[in-house]
């Protein structure tokens, strides 16, 4: 306890020192140029917001059930926060998202191999689905893009910016799905949904799984100060959680093509896949600035 409230109150007294700073900051600049131009969508008119961010994710890897997706395309989530409010000895901040919708960006990540790397039928051991499974996909199609979405409204995103520079305990909390996308899978083949999200309990620390994953370490990254120190910035994170579970696939081809093309691709993946079963890992950049300092920026 005792070490929990020295950190916290070294933590919130560095975050009051750069709130007081960034009021006194008299810029000339025009809105949101240079630097400040990541800021654009942070909903910095929001008096409960702050701290603006933007956290771009330039690698790392998805695991879900026996498929694994490379993240070769930087995908960034973007808003702002509140002040951290204490709850079970950590500070988290309420989330507010970005002012034109796109919180987190719908960037494709190409699943490697495409359709036949996907969906191999041969590993389906149900006689009939397999028979189905090499009617409709053994015939040349390929390219298929798994892009990660919000799945509940960006309120429900939880964010610790003190267990985020720390490395302890949650940090991060995205609630996604993912998107299937090819040509014969049609519009609405998701692995997750608005009803039955994917969570993602991320941490810069060290997971606790159920088997037969095993903990995997995080780091926080190195923290640099730009701008003169108003803007912050850490770089080389590495936010992991491998103790989420995932729903099985819906909506794949469409009615009623998706009452067979569901069961392949459930099959084909591994999904559902229980927790213990997934991996999620972000090579990120986050970069921060006060509220204060993003108003005074226009």
């Not at 006194?24 to 969508?41: D, E, K, M, P, W």
């Not at 995205?174 to 519009?187: A, I, M, Q, R, T």
């Amino acid at each position: 306890m005792r070490h929990h409230a020295s950190r916290a109150k070294l933590f919130c007294l560095a975050a009051v020192v750069t709130a007081v700073t960034a009021l006194g900051l008299a810029s000339v600049a025009s809105a949101h140029t240079g630097i400040y131009a990541r800021f654009n969508q942070c909903p910095s008119t929001n008096k409960e917001v702050f701290k603006c961010l933007q956290a771009v994710t330039n690698g790392g890897k998805i695991v879900l059930g026996k498929k694994t997706v490379p993240i070769v395309n930087p995908t960034t989530v973007q808003g702002g926060y509140s002040e951290g409010e204490e709850k079970e000895e950590h500070f988290y901040n309420r989330f507010f998202g970005a002012v034109n919708g796109e919180t987190l960006s719908k960037t494709p990540q190409p699943v490697p191999g495409g359709l036949t790397g996907l969906v191999n039928c041969k590993e389906i051991s149900l006689g009939w689905l397999r028979a189905s499974c090499e009617s409709i996909f053994e015939n040349g199609l390929t390219g298929v893009n798994a892009t990660l979405e919000l799945a509940r409204p960006a309120s429900e995103i939880i964010v610790s910016e003190e267990n985020l520079a720390f490395g302890d305990g949650l940090a991060f909390r995205l609630p996604v799905k993912v998107h299937l996308e090819n040509p014969l899978l049609g519009s609405g083949c998701y692995i997750g949904s608005s009803s039955s999200p994917i969570i993602w309990n991320l941490t810069t620390g060290t997971t606790k799984p159920p088997a037969p994953n095993k903990p995997i370490s995080g780091t926080p990254g190195n923290l640099n100060f730009l701008e003169g120190g108003f803007v912050t910035e850490f770089e080389k994170t590495n936010l992991v959680d491998n103790a989420w579970s995932a729903p099985g696939a819906s909506g794949c081809g469409g009615w009623p093509a998706e009452y067979i093309l569901d069961p392949i691709i459930n099959a084909s993946v591994g999904v559902p896949a229980a927790a213990g079963t997934n991996t999620s890992i972000l090579e990120n950049t986050r970069i921060t600035v006060s509220q204060a300092t993003v108003v005074n920026e226009h």
